[in-house]
C-alpha cells in the first residue's frame, strides 16, 4: 500500500507562487520492467478532475496546455516526494489539487491523495 500527502496549498494573489509537495509513504514499485509516473491533478468546483503535470521516474514531464510556462513538476526519487512549482498564479488555478502515482508493467497499482486545496484571488 502507498499513501500519499499533499502539502503546501493556500490563498494567494492573482500573480504568486505556491510550492505543493506530495510525500508518498509506502513502496511505489519500480523495476525495469514497469513505469512510474507522478502526477498531479486538479478539480474545480462544478467541474471533472483535470491533468496538470506529470513526470516519470525517468524525469520526462508532460504538462497541460493551461500551465505550461508558469508551473514546473519534479520529483526526488530517493525522497519519494513529488513537487508542483506554481508561478504567475491565476483565479482560474483555484482548485483542489491532488497528487497520483501510477506504476505500470506486469502488474498496475495507482494510489491518490486526498488533496490540497490551492485558492488565488485577484
Known amino acids: 500500500q502507498v499513501q500519499l500527502v499533499e502539502s503546501g496549498g493556500g490563498l494567494v494573489q492573482a500573480g504568486g507562487s505556491l510550492r505543493l509537495s506530495c510525500a508518498a509513504s509506502?513502496?511505489?514499485?519500480?523495476?525495469?520492467?514497469?513505469?512510474?509516473?507522478m502526477g498531479w491533478y486538479r478539480q474545480a468546483p462544478g467541474k471533472q478532475r483535470e491533468l496538470v503535470a506529470t513526470i516519470t521516474s525517468g524525469g520526462s514531464t508532460n504538462y497541460a496546455d493551461s500551465v505550461k510556462g508558469r508551473f514546473t513538476i519534479s520529483r526526488d526519487n530517493a525522497k519519494n516526494t513529488l513537487y508542483l512549482q506554481m508561478n504567475s498564479l491565476k483565479p482560474e488555478d483555484t482548485a483542489t489539487y491532488y497528487c497520483?502515482?501510477?506504476?505500470?508493467?506486469?502488474?498496475?497499482?495507482?494510489?491518490w491523495g486526498q488533496g490540497t486545496q490551492v485558492t488565488v484571488s485577484l
Open positions: 509506502g513502496s511505489i514499485f519500480r523495476s525495469r520492467f514497469s513505469i512510474n509516473i
Open positions: 497520483n502515482t501510477l506504476t505500470v508493467g506486469p502488474s498496475k497499482s495507482e494510489y
